[in-house]
Every structure is written in C-alpha cells, then in structure tokens.
C-alpha cells in the first residue's frame, strides 16, 4: 500500500492555472514498479481518469479531455506527483484524487480506469469559476 495525500486544490477563474501535488509514502519501498495517476469525481459521483505516469521511466498517459491543457510530473527525490492544470474550464470541477497502482502498460491499451490503483488519496476540491 501506498500512502497518498494531495494537495494545491482551491478556486480558479476560467482559463486560469493550478497546481495539485501528491505526496507518496511507501513506509521506504521503491516507487519504481508503479505508476501513479491523477481522477476527478464530480457532483454525480462518476470516477473519471485524467493523466498517468509511470514512475520509473517517466511515461506519460492523458485522459483526452484534458490533453494538451493538464501536464503531470513527478520529482523521486521528493516522491511527488504534480498535475499542473491550465487554461481550466468549468467542466474541470471535481474532486481530484492521487492513485497509485502497479505499472503495467499492457492493461491501459483499452484506456486506464480505477481498477488499476489500489492505493487513494483522500482528494482536493478544484472549483473553476464561470
């Protein structure tokens, strides 16, 4: 299990930026066999996937609704996740949650879900304002 507890959220203008952060505890483990993601839950409870990466080589993996606006990075030296939001709208109000899951590229061909991550951040609300 991997301990997850995000950061960063508040409330942004349309077309605005934020940062969210992740910090990860893994009790001194490595990181490296896992890929860590990024959700969002909005009002109606559906569980939507935003970005991935994989810790070790860096591989990135975006849900298309966010692509081109959302990066996501990570720091090993301070087991951190990043996900830096840009040119926001208001449909990108939800609650944002930090997963973590066992790296394993051929799943995600089909798309990646929550059936993936074992391991769950509590959330951080982003509210973009119209």
């Known amino acids: 299990q991997v301990r997850l507890v995000e950061s960063g959220g508040g409330l942004v203008e349309t077309g605005g930026s934020l940062t969210l952060s992740c910090k990860a505890s893994?009790?001194?483990?490595?990181?490296?066999?896992?890929?860590l993601a990024w959700f969002r839950q909005d009002e109606s409870g559906e569980r939507e996937f935003v970005a991935a990466?994989?810790?070790?080589?860096?591989?990135?993996y975006y849900g298309d609704k966010v692509k081109g606006r959302f990066t996501i990075s990570r720091d090993k030296a301070k087991n951190t996740v990043d996900l830096q939001m840009n040119k926001v709208k208001p449909e990108d109000t939800a609650v944002y949650i930090c997963?973590?899951?066992?790296?394993?590229?051929?799943?995600?061909?089909?798309?990646?879900?929550?059936?993936?991550?074992?391991?769950w951040g509590r959330g951080t609300q982003v509210t973009v304002s119209s």
């Open positions: 990466i994989s810790w070790e080589i860096n591989l990135k």
């Open positions: 997963a973590a899951g066992i790296y394993d590229p051929p799943l995600y061909l089909k798309g990646l879900n929550d059936e993936f991550f074992g391991s």
């Open positions: 893994t009790s001194g483990r490595s990181l490296d066999t896992y890929a």
